[in-house]
C-alpha cells in the first residue's frame, strides 16, 4: 500500500508527460536547426548519409524505412539542392551510391550547432538544482531508448 499520496501509484500519467515532452523537445530542435528548410525525410536521410556514408537508394528505404520510390524522391530534391551527389557504386555497375557533398556536409554541421546553441541557451535559463536533474535525467532517457 502507498501511504504517501506524492508518490504515483501508477506510472501512466509519468509515461504520458514523459512522451509530450520529449516529442516537444525534439520538434523544438528541429524547428530551430531547420527554420522551414528541409523535410523530416530530407534531414533523416542526410543524417543516416553524413553516418553511414555513401548508401545505394534501396539500403536508404531500408534504413529509413520508406519505399524506394519515396527515397528516390528525397534524393532527388537533395541532389538538386547540392546536398548529395551521385557516385558509380564499386562493384555493381547497376547501382549508384548517394552521400553527402561538401555543401551537404556543412548543413549537417550548421544544424547540429544550431540545435547546441539553442540548447545551451535554454539550459541556461534554468537554476543549477534543475540543469543538474536534466542532466541527470538525460542519462536515464539515454538508457529508455536503448532498452
Known amino acids: 500500500m502507498n501511504d504517501n499520496p506524492d508518490t504515483p501509484t501508477s506510472p501512466e500519467p509519468a509515461v504520458a508527460e514523459l512522451s509530450l515532452a520529449i516529442g516537444q523537445l525534439v520538434r523544438r530542435l528541429r524547428m530551430e536547426a531547420n527554420p522551414g528548410e528541409l523535410s523530416w525525410s530530407q534531414i533523416a536521410t542526410l543524417a543516416r548519409l553524413d553516418k553511414a556514408g555513401a548508401m545505394t537508394t534501396a539500403d536508404l528505404a531500408r534504413a529509413e524505412f520508406v519505399k524506394p520510390q519515396s527515397m528516390g524522391t528525397t534524393l532527388a530534391d537533395l541532389e538538386q539542392a547540392g546536398l548529395v551527389q551521385r557516385r558509380p557504386h564499386p562493384t555493381d555497375g547497376r547501382q549508384v551510391l548517394f ?3 561538401a555543401e551537404g556536409v556543412e548543413a549537417r554541421r550548421q544544424r547540429n550547432i544550431a540545435k547546441r546553441e539553442w540548447l545551451l541557451a ?5 537554476d543549477p ?3 543538474q536533474t536534466l542532466i541527470a535525467a538525460a542519462a536515464l ?3 529508455l531508448a536503448e532498452s
Open 122 to 126: 535554454a539550459m541556461a535559463r534554468l
Open 99 to 101: 552521400e553527402l557533398t
Open 129 to 131: 538544482a534543475e540543469q
Open 141 to 143: 532517457i539515454k538508457r
